[in-house]
């Protein structure tokens, strides 16, 4: 069975630090990866997708296979990065939803 | 831009009555559907994934005669919440994946948020 690993719940970091949000998978075959913000009072929006090897808002996200690793990585914080952070392992017909881990940055 | 709706964002009902969500997605085709449910501080708990007429699939010890979903077009999806209790209070979400904008995404709910009497 396919499970998202978010090991950190919250994770507290200064304006201007670097954040990385840990993310694990455990899925047999070619994973379709991806990182959901949720801003305060907002639905979830989509942040970045592996296949995409995108940087949105300063975030970037590597998959690494031999770890089965995708964490988010951001070089320096913003206060309006504040949210939480949900890893998705998914495809057309299953979804998986890591736990959850809400960022607060600090001023 | 490509969007997905919920009707009613929130809803209070009696005990032993039946509560039906409707997610539509706006501007896009949705292959498929997803229904959550969210606990308060927990993460979304996928519940069935359906696809435009045919039936839902539903993860297990979630029960399909208490959670109807229908899906009749490739935009919308409802969730009939039958004989509800105070232990189906929840926030319920939707997402509709789809190609949009030349992009195949999974666009989310804004959710609904359900408290039974």
């Known amino acids: 069975a396919q499970r998202v690993t978010q090991p950190e719940k919250l994770l507290s970091v200064f304006k201007g630090a670097p954040v990385e949000l840990k993310c694990n998978y455990s899925?047999?075959?070619?994973?379709?990866l991806f990182w959901y913000v949720q801003y305060s009072r907002q639905r979830l929006q989509l942040l970045l997708r592996?296949?995409s090897r995108e940087s949105i808002k300063g975030f970037t996200a590597d998959l690494n296979k031999g770890e089965t690793s995708f964490h988010l990585k951001k070089p320096f914080a913003q206060e309006e990065d504040s949210a939480m952070y949900y890893c998705?392992?998914?495809?057309?017909?299953?979804?998986?939803f890591g736990t959850g881990t809400k960022l607060q940055v600090i001023p | 831009g490509a969007v997905v709706s919920q009707h009613p964002s929130w809803v209070i009902c009696k005990s032993g009555t039946s509560v039906k969500i409707e997610c539509r997605s706006l501007?896009?085709?949705?292959?498929?559907m997803f229904w959550y449910r969210q606990f308060p501080k927990q993460s979304l708990m996928l519940m069935a994934t359906?696809?435009?007429?045919?039936?839902?699939?539903?993860e297990q010890g979630v029960e399909k005669d208490k959670f109807l979903i229908n899906h009749a077009s490739l935009t919308l999806s409802t969730l009939t919440v039958t004989s509800a209790h105070p232990e189906d209070s929840s926030f319920y979400i939707c997402?509709?994946?789809?190609?949009?904008?030349?992009?195949?995404?999974?666009?989310f709910g804004p959710g609904t948020r359900l408290t039974v009497l």
């Open positions: 501007d896009f085709q949705a292959t498929t």
């Open positions: 592996h296949i």
């Open positions: 899925y047999s075959g070619s994973p379709e």
């Open positions: 998705i392992s998914g495809g057309y017909q299953k979804v998986t």
């Open positions: 359906s696809n435009e007429g045919s039936k839902a699939t539903y």
């Open positions: 997402s509709a994946r789809g190609v949009a904008g030349g992009m195949d995404t999974q666009y």
